[in-house]
């Protein structure tokens, strides 16, 4: 038996080829797999993202930057890798409410973000995100978006991978970023879901 | 367990999820190179080829100890074949897929050459087709309602 070292795309389409066997023969079932992914989807990365993020609402001189030169940004606090080239942060504002997808596949900052969110790469959030996002947001997500708030949805490719950047929530004023920190969520960072509550 | 619905559903809490994984871990931590912080995933590829295995073993009732055997002779292959360890690259979960594979074969489930035929099929496939450009406008855009009071 030889596992000769293959390149990230042979192992991947490898990975893949295995997958859709074993789903074919009835060996195993996507969710089953999805299951498992599940578990861990967690493990990388929304740490990373939400650490930019705490840093952006405290540093006003590095939220300059980021919104500027994403990659370059998040590259000053040591977050890279090959994917994450091109990122692009996009910042909620009061009157502008940012979405993420990947129409086509499943292209996804993550370096930043960790491993997409299997719902993530469904076709009925695809699809549905870019017809009716405030009604996706509310029904899919338990996640409302105020009428005065204009809702951009943001197709991610492989060129160009976008996230989102919320806005610091109220009641936080003088908070370090370790405090902030624990405020971001993955979903938030998405677009999809709210930030932390602050415990008042 | 339940199944998963496509977009996010009630149905996994967080203590459900939690139970799940403390199941994985402890099939995990017998493994070579099982120690949780070293088992970080840096591709998606390798969660899926983490989860394939773990979702084998369950659903096909394989010993996990063969799998467990066979992530070791496929380690100490690599290990024979470059004894210079230090200046090759090194992948776990590369040894990981070769395990599953092994296993997967021995079961009569899969040969070798089918993989490898449908992994060239793949490659040869174009890559996210029309992916790679960059999208720099929004797709869809919802306007802020007037709000009347």
């Known amino acids: 038996m030889s596992a000769k070292i293959r390149t990230q795309e042979e192992i991947a389409a490898r990975v893949k080829a295995l997958e859709s066997m074993l789903i074919e023969q009835g060996v195993m079932t996507t969710p089953a797999i999805d299951r498992m992914v599940e578990i861990y989807e967690n493990e990388v990365g929304p740490q990373l993202g939400a650490k930019v993020v705490a840093k952006a609402w405290s540093d006003a001189d590095f939220k300059a930057r980021l919104i500027e030169d994403a990659t370059e940004a998040c590259q000053e606090l040591g977050i890279g890798g090959l994917q994450g080239e091109d990122m692009v942060v996009l910042e909620n504002t009061e009157g502008v409410h940012n979405v993420i997808v990947c129409t086509l596949c499943s ?15 469904d076709p009925q959030y695809r699809a549905a995100i870019s017809r009716e996002p405030r009604q996706v947001l509310r029904e899919s997500f338990n996640f409302t978006v105020p009428d005065g708030v204009e809702v951009r949805v943001w197709d991610s490719s492989s060129e160009m991978r976008y996230w989102v950047l919320p806005q610091r929530p109220a009641g936080t004023e003088g908070w370090t970023e370790e405090q902030l920190l624990p405020l ?5 960072m998405i677009g999809v879901g709210p930030v932390g509550v602050v415990a008042s | 367990m339940t199944s998963r619905t496509t977009l996010p559903s009630p149905g996994s809490s ?29 591709h998606p590829w390798e969660i899926r080829a983490f989860a394939m295995a773990v979702a084998a073993h369950q659903e096909l009732k394989f010993d996990w100890s063969e799998f467990q055997k066979a992530l070791i002779a496929s380690i100490q292959d690599w290990q024979t074949a470059n004894p ?16 599953l594979e092994a296993v997967l074969a021995d079961a009569g489930l899969l040969s070798r050459t089918e993989v490898d035929l449908q992994t060239q099929e793949l490659l040869a496939l174009p890559p996210n087709r029309n992916h790679h450009e960059a999208h720099t406008e929004p797709i869809a855009v919802d306007l802020a309602r007037t709000v009347h009071v």
Request: hydrophobic residues 35%.
């Open chain 1, 107 to 121: 292209c996804y900052p993550w370096p930043v973000l960790g491993l997409p969110p299997n719902w993530y790469k």
């Open chain 1, 184 to 188: 971001v969520t993955r979903d938030s």
């Open chain 2, 14 to 42: 967080a203590a459900e999820l939690g139970e799940a994984r403390r199941e994985i871990e402890n099939l995990v931590c017998g493994m070579p190179g099982g120690d949780p912080d070293q088992m970080g995933f840096q």
């Open chain 2, 84 to 99: 210079d360890a230090g200046e090759s690259p090194w992948s776990y979960y590369q040894h990981w897929v070769a395990a």
